[in-house]
């Protein structure tokens, strides 16, 4: 690979902006105030996340915008207000959402789905990881992005070290997004594998593996793209 280019795919590395999804207005629920710290949840505990879960499930659901985007917000306030999120809270909260999560990402409502996807990439647990790397190849490049972004919500949650999976998971996520981009044909799908590659950077190793895996995956990116330009020439 020529050295320039090398050095301008660790540039944007280094320029990308930290995902937090944290820094928006988000609050821990009253509902789940001493509940979203604890590792060990009792029955009592597991029926306050019922409770609060299942209502905000239906309306995710329920086929209109308004109430799908104030259900995506609602089910995001705990996984991001909380600065001391139990792993013990994200598996229930996870196993309570994942397949209503998993019927709308397959379905056909791109709104929906969309919402989905969001909440998926803050989960952090191995079910949403791969519901999530099931996305990439989807037909809707809107899907591809989205999930794509959300991949990269999860590889900031690794790299922050509070996620309920194993951080050498990172090595399959980071691997599977450098194999969109390098194939992608959209560019904003591209540029949104970027940026998720870019989340990783709160964790040394992580921020290097994601960049080698970027240098290639440009490499191939930019040949496609000559190829297909040459093609059109020709």
Same mark, same amino acid.
């Given at each position: ?57 239906? *309306? $995710?659901?329920? /086929?209109?915008? =308004? !109430?799908? %985007?104030? #259900? ?9 207000? &909380? ?46 990881? *791969? $519901?999530?790397? /099931?996305?990439? =190849? !989807?037909? %809707?490049? #809107? ?9 990269? &919500? ?54 290097? !593996?994601?960049?080698? #895996? ?21």
């Amino acid at each position: 690979m020529p050295r320039f280019l090398h050095a301008v795919v660790i540039l944007v590395a280094a320029a990308l902006p930290a995902a937090s999804a944290a820094a928006q207005a988000y609050g821990v629920p009253p509902e789940l105030e001493g509940v979203v710290g604890r590792q060990n949840i009792d029955e009592a505990g597991q029926q306050a996340i019922r409770d609060y879960v299942d209502p905000l499930a239906r *309306d $995710l659901a329920s /086929g209109r915008p =308004d !109430a799908i %985007s104030r #259900a995506r917000e609602d089910l995001l306030a705990p996984l991001v207000a &909380a600065d001391d999120i139990s792993v013990g809270f994200r598996l229930i909260y996870a196993e309570r959402l994942i397949g209503t999560l998993t019927r709308l990402i397959d379905g056909n409502d791109e709104i929906a789905a969309i919402a989905a996807l969001r909440v998926a990439g803050e989960l952090g647990t191995g079910q949403s990881v *791969d $519901l999530l790397l /099931g996305t990439l =190849d !989807a037909g %809707s490049p #809107a899907i591809r992005y989205a999930g794509v972004q959300a991949l990269g &919500a999860t590889l900031r949650l690794i790299a922050e070290g509070n996620p309920a999976l194993q951080a050498d998971r990172a090595t399959g996520i980071i691997a599977a997004i450098a194999d969109l981009i390098a194939a992608e044909p959209d560019a904003f799908v591209v540029d949104a594998g970027v940026r998720a590659l870019g989340a990783t950077r709160n964790d040394a190793a992580m921020r290097q !593996a994601a960049i080698e #895996a970027m240098a290639g995956a440009m490499v191939e990116q930019i040949g496609m793209r000559r190829g297909a330009v040459g093609d059109q020439s020709a």
